[in-house]
């Protein structure tokens, strides 16, 4: 069975940083697309971070440019979001995302196969 286990959320004040991690197993993390996700209550699930399978490419939205960084491990099958310079408005629950297809429509959740249990991310003002 597919797990995505995150890690590393917690409550931070605005500006400071936090580094989620996503383990991976029962798949073949390195044919995997991965993402992180985030939402907040009555909102759409919002794509965060992309990486490609072997990391040559990423995406962030405008909202987290600039301030989030997408890494992979593939010896680890552990894919990290660094997470920078925090603002009240980027707390939510965070989920790790994995599919092995590639897809133009990337930016819906519905587009990804697998999900974690999420992680909560609180930026106090």
């Known amino acids: 069975q597919v797990q995505l286990v995150e890690s590393g959320g917690g409550l931070v004040q605005a500006g400071g940083s936090l580094r989620l991690s996503c383990a991976a197993s029962?798949?073949?993390?390195?044919?995997?697309?991965m993402g992180w996700f985030r939402q907040t209550p009555g909102k759409e699930r919002e794509l965060v971070a992309a990486?490609?399978?072997?990391?040559?490419?990423?995406y962030f939205p405008d909202s987290v440019k600039g301030r989030f960084t997408i890494s992979r491990d593939n010896t680890e099958n552990t894919v990290f979001l660094q997470m920078n310079s925090l603002k009240p408005e980027d707390t939510a629950i965070y989920y790790c995302?994995?599919?092995?297809?590639?897809?133009?429509?990337?930016?819906?959740?519905?587009?990804?196969?697998?999900w974690g249990q999420g992680t909560q991310v609180t930026v106090s003002s």
């Open positions: 990486i490609s399978l072997y990391g040559d490419t990423v």
């Open positions: 029962g798949l073949t993390f390195r044919e995997n697309t």
């Open positions: 995302a994995a599919t092995p297809n590639y897809s133009d429509t990337y930016n819906k959740a519905n587009a990804w196969n697998y």
